[in-house]
């Protein structure tokens, strides 16, 4: 939910030709936090040079993280799967490929397939995660920043 730059775009063309959106790193590279923290990156983390991934994008997103974290409570899923659940939602023509290091993550996001969100739930998600609601651009211009 945190890149929507291609529905304006390019999904309305996929649409009319048939064609099918495979979504990349739909779990925003796993931008998930435990507790009100954010993820914990090694020193050598490519992610540490992501904007997203700064301090100042990660305490401007709380919000959208806590309601992350209140539909997942609702729905009785795992934060991940809201994401994915909400993302299949959007169509049968766009296909989330997420990525996943360990086996109980993969588990998690296959179970997703056979869960649902409210249609309130997903109206609350699409609105909160409007296309220009994520702080902290996709990618960097080239400089490190200091993380979370």
Not at 27 to 41: D, V, Y
Not at 47 to 69: H, I, V
Not at 123 to 148: H, N, Q, V
Request: with cysteine; aromatic share 6%.
């Amino acid at each position: 939910m945190g890149s929507r730059s291609v529905e304006s775009e390019l999904l309305p063309y996929i649409r009319r030709t048939g064609a099918t959106l495979v979504c990349y790193s739909p779990l925003g590279r796993g931008m998930l936090r435990q507790a009100g923290q954010p993820p914990k990156l090694d020193a050598d983390d490519f992610r540490r040079t992501l904007p997203r991934f700064s301090k100042t994008s990660f305490d401007a997103n709380a919000a959208l993280f806590n309601l992350l974290d209140a539909v997942a409570l609702e729905a009785e899923m795992s934060v991940p799967q809201v994401m994915l659940c909400w993302l299949l939602a959007q169509g049968g023509d766009i296909i989330p490929i997420p990525g996943a290091r360990k086996i109980a993550h993969l588990e998690q996001n296959v179970a997703a397939v056979d869960r649902s969100l409210t249609v309130d739930q997903i109206r609350r998600l699409s609105e909160a995660f409007s296309p220009d609601a994520i702080s902290g651009d996709r990618y960097t211009t080239g400089k490190s920043l200091k993380t979370a």
